[in-house]
């Protein structure tokens, strides 16, 4: 993309003029959902997109999730979908399945709805369920 800002800017006009019926994704280690990282996440950002600082966390789980193959090649900002662009999803489906997602599961569940864990916002949607496996869910109390 030559200009992110610019692209940004399309691609919320393109979710107004087309709203969002589905989001499918995941929770990442620190929480972050899409790449709301805890260090950016606003529950009432204006935006609907943006380009993103991506935390440390984010960029080194990009490496371990094997999509680049070094830290030095994942980009230290990203565009994404803000928190409140998300929440406006008629349904949001949540895959979060392995053992390194486990202390992620544990706080999306069990803290205080915050943006020092983007996750938590999930819980004030009527219709998000969350998909996980026995090892993201080794943390959780029943």
Do not use: W
Not at 53 to 80: M, N, W
Not at 103 to 123: D, F, G, K, Q, V
């Amino acid at each position: 993309v030559d200009d992110p800002s610019e692209e940004c800017r399309r691609y919320a006009e393109l979710l107004e003029e087309y709203p969002v019926d589905v989001v499918c994704m995941g929770i990442g280690e620190n929480t972050h959902i899409a790449f709301n990282d805890p260090h950016v996440a606003d529950f009432d950002d204006p935006l609907r997109v943006k380009v993103m600082d991506l935390a440390e966390a984010s960029r080194y789980q990009q490496v371990h999730d094997g999509c680049f193959a070094r830290l030095k090649d994942v980009p230290v900002t990203a565009i994404t979908l803000t928190v409140p662009a998300l929440m406006q999803a008629a349904f949001v489906y949540c895959m979060v399945p392995g053992r390194n997602k486990a202390r992620a599961i544990y706080h999306t569940i069990h803290e205080e709805i915050a943006e020092r864990y983007p996750s938590t916002i999930l819980r004030r949607h009527k219709d998000a369920i969350l998909y996980i496996d026995r090892d993201s869910a080794s943390e959780l109390q029943f």
